[in-house]
């Protein structure tokens, strides 16, 4: 099989990076629209309580009709601990967005590892 014919994507690698310093719904990452880049990979989302009490955290998907999507609802957290909030990939698709919410301000930090896709020639 010839594959120089097929299409090839072109990827890069980006953090998230989010110190929650209110209780408010705070935009994570927006998967890429337009332009080249049209899709991302999610392949991890770690959250960190660095507080002396228990937190929880919401975590939430946002499609491009506005419709949310709960992928954790206050997820509680043990002073001091750190959690892997994915056991496998998310794909998020054009417009897509990674939203997370904080019990308590100024105790939570969030990195989520993302790998964006463009369509190469």
């Known amino acids: 099989m010839d594959l120089s014919s097929q299409k090839q994507y072109i990827q890069r690698a980006t953090n998230a990076k989010l110190d929650l310093t ?3 719904i705070t935009t994570l990452y927006t998967a890429p629209t337009g332009g080249d880049f049209d899709f991302a990979i999610v392949e991890s989302i770690i959250a960190n309580n660095s507080h002396s009490g ?3 955290i919401t975590v939430t ?3 491009t009709s506005s419709n949310v999507f709960t992928l954790y ?11 892997e909030l994915l056991s496998r990939s998310l794909l998020l698709t054009a417009g897509e967005i990674l939203k997370v919410t904080a019990s308590a301000a100024n105790v939570l930090n969030v990195v989520a ?4 896709y ?4």
């Open 22 to 24: 209110s209780t408010s």
């Open 118 to 121: 463009a369509k190469g020639d």
């Open 73 to 83: 609802n206050t997820y509680d957290m043990a002073t001091d601990t750190t959690h």
């Open 61 to 63: 998907l946002t499609d």
């Open 113 to 116: 590892s993302v790998v964006e």
């Open 54 to 56: 228990q937190a929880q």
